[in-house]
């Protein structure tokens, strides 16, 4: 069993996705859209997010999103330890308990040295 797993669209979907919306973007508005890019690349480019596409981590249960480098490094006491998610999903106003999903968001693995792997 494993409890690593990543938010990881396809490069080819995010791609078709990126030529869809500027095709109705264009549809709609007209030339004012020609800019828009019209390519996974071009998209990184004008947005900004060449290396931060790859770095989320996300919780199996709730897929909740998290920074993959605080999940990595998070530490209790000074000791590096498995990240648990904190997600709550319907808070119970009535008994005033915030139940946290609290699934593991990697597994300590000895093969790598003590460090914590996604
Ligand atoms: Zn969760």
Do not use: W
């Not at 990126?18 to 973007?25: D, S, Y």
């Not at 000074?78 to 999903?101: A, D, I």
């Amino acid at each position: 069993m494993s409890f690593c797993k990543r938010f990881n669209i396809p490069e080819t979907a995010t791609e078709a996705l990126i030529q869809f919306i500027k095709l109705l973007l264009i549809e709609i508005g007209g030339s004012n859209f020609e800019e828009f890019p019209g390519s996974l690349y071009l998209a990184r480019n004008v947005l900004g997010l060449k290396d931060q596409y790859h770095n989320f981590a996300a919780c199996p249960k709730c897929h909740k999103l998290y920074n993959k480098k605080e999940v990595e490094e998070f530490q209790q006491n000074g000791n590096l330890t498995v990240m648990k998610c904190s997600h709550v999903k319907f808070p119970n106003l009535t008994s005033r308990r915030l139940k946290q999903c609290q699934t593991p968001l990697a597994e300590r693995s000895t093969l790598l040295y003590g460090r914590i792997k996604i």
